[in-house]
């Protein structure tokens, strides 16, 4: 068997997630394998060394996120079978999905259910919309949809030619 072990952290927010892998490099000799962006807010963070550098840097890290953000949950495999170790690197080597845009609802029905706010910030980063402005901050939401509809139809028209 190995002396090798892997910790995991998995925290709130990006910044949590930072001083846990600062921390850790700091506190004791391991290898970062990687940070990744689970979903919903939560990011974490895997690294890899001898069982007792884990444990320290774990231990170390796990307090440095309490102080900055909210720790999820910290743990160490010590000896991990060489299987979790590959599904590990498999992980790490994927590219995290980019996320959907919410920027660009798929339906008029989704555009409808949007609220006035969220209408005018889409309409002030969708190419094509003809209110600039204080003329998007004035509009109601009948105005933003009417808008943004004709924005849609003049960019689908330009791709037919």
């Known amino acids: 068997m190995s002396d090798t072990a892997i910790g995991l952290i998995e925290t709130h927010g990006l910044i949590g997630v930072?001083?846990?892998?600062?921390?850790?490099?700091?506190a004791a000799d391991v290898q970062?394998?990687?940070v990744e962006r689970v979903g919903g807010g939560l990011v974490s963070v895997r690294f890899r060394g001898d069982t007792a550098s884990v444990q320290a840097a774990v231990?170390?890290?796990?307090?440095a996120v309490r102080q900055?953000?909210?720790l999820v949950s910290a743990h160490v495999i010590p000896?991990?079978?060489?299987?979790?170790?590959?599904?590990?690197?498999?992980?790490?080597?994927?590219p995290v999905a980019p996320p959907v845009s919410p920027e660009a609802p798929s339906s008029v029905a989704e555009l409808e259910a949007l609220s006035v706010t969220r209408l005018r910030q889409l309409a002030r980063k969708t190419p094509g919309v003809l209110l600039q402005g204080r003329q998007i901050s004035?509009?109601?939401?009948?105005?933003?949809?009417?808008?943004?509809?004709?924005?849609a139809r003049g960019a689908s028209d330009a791709d037919r030619r």
């Open 18 to 26: 930072l001083a846990a892998a600062d921390t850790a490099a700091k």
């Open 32 to 34: 970062l394998l990687g």
């Open 59 to 63: 231990s170390a890290a796990s307090e």
């Open 68 to 70: 900055v953000s909210q």
């Open 79 to 94: 000896s991990p079978a060489i299987d979790v170790e590959a599904a590990l690197a498999t992980t790490s080597s994927q």
């Open 138 to 151: 004035r509009a109601n939401k009948d105005q933003l949809l009417a808008a943004l509809r004709a924005a």
